[in-house]
């Protein structure tokens, strides 16, 4: 008696060919990658199609995939430090924060094969050099965008009045109410 209220309030979100919209969403674009995706899925049902032993091509077929995903997580982590940026505005009024701005990006500098030994194929066939060209372009913007930050507050010294405390000055030995001729 409880499943049949359960199915009286299910709703299908599945659109079928007699659905009203239907054919409208045919007719719409594909989204960015889409079509790439869909070539993949059709390389591998051809695959199939024409492959003799289907354990060899399901091996196949799996061992493409994981490469596709590793390619696009590494590619997604290469990103990540231009997306904070859009995040974060540099209009910060802490210093602590400030300097994470410049942090951060350092840390991730020196962790750089550790953020993407994961990803990492023993066949090579995850190629990370433009993810890691990427990660490594946008932590260098970030830390720009800190340190210039950190100056625009005055908390590096970049001016000559910065470097006054250190400036030594003469004593004069003696004083003399007489010009020199």
């Not at 060899?56 to 590793?70: D, F, H, R, T």
């Amino acid at each position: 008696m409880s499943r049949e209220k359960e199915q009286q309030w299910s709703i299908e979100l599945n659109l079928r060919e007699q659905d009203l919209g239907y054919s409208l969403l045919q007719q719409c674009p594909a989204p960015p990658g889409m079509k790439r995706v869909q070539a993949l899925e059709k390389q591998f049902e051809s695959d199939n199609v024409h492959g003799g032993t289907g354990s060899s091509a399901e091996k196949n077929k799996q061992a493409l995939a994981i490469v596709a995903k590793k390619r696009a997580k590494a590619m997604s982590i290469a990103q990540s430090p231009g997306k904070q940026m859009l995040i974060k505005n540099l209009n910060i009024f802490s210093i602590s924060i400030t300097s994470m701005a410049v942090m951060n990006p350092l840390k991730s500098l020196v962790g750089l094969n550790n953020t993407f030994k994961a990803f990492e194929d023993p066949d090579g066939k995850v190629d990370l050099q433009m993810p890691k060209i990427i990660f490594l372009g946008l932590n260098l913007i970030w830390l720009m965008l800190g340190l210039y930050k950190m100056s625009i507050m005055r908390l590096i010294p970049t001016t000559s009045s910065d470097f006054a405390g250190s400036v030594v000055w003469k004593e004069l030995m003696e004083m003399s109410s007489i010009p020199p001729s």
